[in-house]
């Protein structure tokens, strides 16, 4: 396929995190330390983000990961988080998380223009709290109020973007606030090869059922 390998590289990555989700932790002192991360595919029109994109969230769909689209709002994508509560085991004991997958091939209609809002939740979301709440009003008083709460976060996010876009999307607060420290960009400025005509072949299919496999 045409894509750099540092797309299909990081794709990949992006893949083993997501499937991850909180199911496996680092203790690094008091801190414990999950693989969510955010990977940011950045390059000009036509070097092939979203072809390598797709690749891996071909894999995850047959592994029925929880995921997001392109633009939810921040109060969707809360909900979104809120309702994604799963449980798994450790051993004898059982646990719960609020895992979520953000896949978007436009950074900018994920983001929108200089939404620091959304980037502050963003920001906060990343280090995967065991608890998050959120209040919003509902109605004209001033008391009439709900709170949304996320048990224990895990987002895995994965865009792709050109270069000339991101100063509309992440203003200086943002960057002084930690949001661009979260990210990892990886950038390249032209496709990896040309391939006239991309060939899937049974061994691809084969590949492609391992590395299903593989991650369940």
């Not at 070097?47 to 047959?62: C, E, F, N, Y």
């Not at 799963?86 to 646990?95: D, M, Q, Y």
């Not at 995967?128 to 987002?155: F, Q, S």
Request: hydrophobic share 35%; with cysteine; aromatic share 10%.
């Amino acid at each position: 396929t045409e894509p750099p390998k540092s797309y299909h590289t990081w794709t990949a990555i992006h893949c083993i995190a997501a499937t991850l989700q909180r199911k496996v932790w680092l203790t690094f002192g008091s801190e414990t330390i999950f693989p969510n991360m955010y990977i940011v595919l950045v390059g000009p029109s036509g070097s092939r983000k979203g072809t390598a994109m797709r690749k891996g969230k071909d894999l995850l769909d047959a592994l029925q990961i929880p995921m997001t689209g392109d633009k939810p709002t921040p109060e969707q994508l809360i909900r979104k988080l809120a309702d994604s509560s799963t449980s798994f085991k450790v051993g004898s004991e059982l646990k719960y998380q609020c895992a979520l997958a953000a896949f978007s091939p436009e950074f900018t209609v994920f983001l929108g223009q200089s939404d620091i809002k959304f980037l502050g939740f963003l920001t906060d979301w990343y280090d995967c709290a065991n608890r998050w709440e959120y209040e919003t009003k509902h109605g004209t008083k001033k008391d009439d109020r709900n709170r949304d709460e996320i048990v224990n976060l895990c987002l895995n996010l994965f865009a792709g973007t050109a270069p000339e876009w991101i100063p509309t999307m992440i203003p200086l607060e943002a960057v002084g606030g930690g949001f661009t420290s979260r990210i990892l960009f990886i950038v390249e400025k032209t496709k990896g090869k040309t391939v006239p005509k991309e060939r899937f072949l049974q061994e691809h299919r084969d590949l492609r059922d391992m590395l299903i496999r593989d991650l369940q």
